[in-house]
């Protein structure tokens, strides 16, 4: 597998505890939106510790991105990366992923599973055919949400916020379950796009297929 060293050329923040990078591009890199690359920081002891991100700009871009949620409560690879600063490097590799765009229909993410759509969307809203598509995204309060504004600037009303663990009066606590997917799945013709942690994304594709869902339609990580 090739490695590629890149420079970070910026790091701000997106929320509490998500940050975009920004770095260089390698000459000839491509991606298709929704795919990844495992990537390691180039310093000595961490430089084969490789963890999936996935690609968040357009591919049209002279740089890459990733958007990343930090986990500062254990000394991993996120809480490493949330002390570099611009001119520090990672070393990423091939891309894969098998989250690409397979036509207007839902897409449904819990946390940082929002990654993967997000390039998507931007490629989307960028070639003027977000047309209606659905999102479905769901966080434990609203402080979680990564992108909120830009989602709502690119989706209007066909972004859906599902807050689970708020108790805010004027926030409503759902949870995406059989009976949501239900309410809010109504043409099973069209593509379910699905990223999240493990346990929910497997508990998506079960509901999912009990309401009749075709596995064809279902796009996630295999």
């Given amino acids: 597998m090739e490695e590629h060293i890149v420079k970070i050329l910026s790091i701000e923040p997106v929320t509490h505890n998500v940050k975009q990078f920004r770095f260089t591009k390698p000459d000839g890199y ?3 939106p929704g795919q990844a690359t495992e990537v390691s920081i180039n310093k000595k002891g961490w430089e ?6 996935t690609f968040t700009c357009l591919n049209e871009r002279d740089y890459l991105e990733f958007t990343i949620k930090l986990y500062r409560d254990h000394k991993g690879v996120t809480n ?3 002390s570099l600063k611009p001119g520090d490097e990672l070393i990423i590799r091939d891309v894969w992923g098998t989250i690409q765009y397979k036509g207007e229909g839902y897409f449904i993410a819990g946390g940082a599973g929002i990654t993967p759509f997000i390039s998507i969307l931007r490629q989307l809203k960028s070639d003027n055919k977000i047309n209606n598509n659905q999102l479905y ?7 979680d949400i990564i992108l909120h504004s830009e989602l709502d600037e690119m989706l209007g ?3 859906h916020y599902i807050i689970t663990d708020e108790n805010e009066p004027n926030v409503k606590k759902e949870y995406i379950d059989k009976s949501f997917l239900k309410e809010h799945i109504r043409d099973l013709t069209k593509p379910v796009y699905v990223c999240g ?3 929910m994304v497997h508990d998506l594709i ?3 297929k009990e309401i ?3 596995p064809e339609s279902v796009v996630f990580e295999k």
């Fill in 48 to 53: 084969h510790e490789k963890r999936p991100f």
């Fill in 197 to 199: 942690p493990d346990k």
């Fill in 137 to 143: 995204f769901s966080n434990k309060t609203t402080a």
């Fill in 80 to 82: 490493e990366l949330d």
């Fill in 157 to 159: 009303k066909n972004a």
């Fill in 30 to 32: 491509h991606f298709e």
């Fill in 206 to 208: 079960h509901n999912l």
């Fill in 212 to 214: 009749g869902a075709s």
